[in-house]
């Protein structure tokens, strides 16, 4: 046995407490996808305007194509606002009382799906007035951002649900409520400045 | 200086004056001022975006790591003593 091994024996009776964690694992791989996502949202809003400042001189959007339902998407935006500070209650509940942590979860998540199909509905009225991927550049841009954004919320709903799930049967851990939270925070906090570039 | 330091400082002074402006770039010589300001913020705004995110997350486990050591210290001042 080596002098080391002696000083800090490494078995199971051992008198060291394990570290806790940094960050737990699950989180981290959460962090670093985040940041790829935010690259890929970062990538598409700078393309979307550089190529709305080419149009400085002309109409934008271009004549002919439907304007956005401003209005509608800000309450529906209030929706998903309200669903990521409901998510942060939730976790505050876990921490005290796992259980109690269902009932926001749950508000959190139908708040979400409110979002997604209110979503749905404007693109359904969009479609029907003419406003497609190849209409124009306008319209290329609208789908490909909020619709990158959308599928990011459906996603990131399928892991709150999964959670709910396993909170129900009494195994959700903090640290998986941590890193499918860490996600519908990305998803909140990325739609004010899509809402402010793509919308206003 | 060392041999690696000075490739490495020439490399560095080749790395920063070599390059010209590209001229072929649509927008860099845009007769529009507006397009020229768009095309300087977003090269702006993604180059310093990932170095920020970076950044912010190497302080917040850093930060992390301390309160972690912190509580470590709290609940037992000598982790060495051995089991009574």
Redesign the interface.
């Known amino acids: 046995m080596s002098a080391d091994s002696a ?2 024996p490494m078995d199971a009776h051992s ?3 394990r ?2 964690p ?2 737990p694992s699950g989180v981290l791989g959460m ?1 670093l996808f985040i ?1 790829t996502e ?2 890929f949202f ?2 598409l809003v ?2 979307h ?2 190529v ?3 149009a ?2 002309q109409m934008w959007p271009p004549y002919g194509q439907p304007r956005l339902p401003v209005q509608e998407t800000a309450i529906n935006s209030l929706a998903l606002l309200v669903s990521g500070v409901v998510l942060v209650l939730t976790w505050f509940a876990y921490r005290r009382e796992p259980s109690g942590a269902r009932i926001p979860l749950l508000l959190s998540i139908v708040l979400g799906l409110v979002f997604v199909s209110m979503q749905g509905v404007e693109w359904a009225a969009l479609l029907a007035d003419g406003l497609t991927l190849q209409s124009s550049t306008y319209g290329g841009f609208f789908y490909l951002i909020v619709g990158s954004h959308a599928l990011h919320a459906v996603g990131a709903l399928g892991g709150l649900v999964w959670a709910f799930d396993r909170l129900d049967k009494n195994r959700l851990t903090s640290s998986q409520l941590a890193t499918v939270s860490a996600f519908w925070y990305f998803v909140v906090l990325v739609w004010p400045l899509l809402y402010w570039k793509v919308y206003l | 200086m060392t041999r690696a330091g000075a490739v490495g400082v020439c490399t560095l002074l080749l790395v920063a004056f070599l390059p010209e402006a590209g001229h072929a770039c649509p ?1 860099c010589f ?1 007769a ?1 001022d ?2 020229r ?3 300087l ?2 090269t702006a ?2 180059s310093l ?2 170095l920020g ?2 950044m912010g ?1 190497g302080l917040w ?1 850093r930060k ?2 301390r309160e ?1 050591d912190g ?2 210290a709290r609940d ?1 001042p000598d ?5 009574p």
């Open positions: 000083t800090y008198t060291h407490r570290r806790e940094v960050v962090l940041f935010v690259m970062a990538g700078s393309a305007a550089v709305r400042s080419q400085a001189g | 927008v845009d529009s507006e397009n300001r768009a095309f913020a977003t705004f993604l975006l990932p995110m970076v997350a486990i992390r790591s972690i509580d470590d037992d982790p060495n003593r051995p089991e």
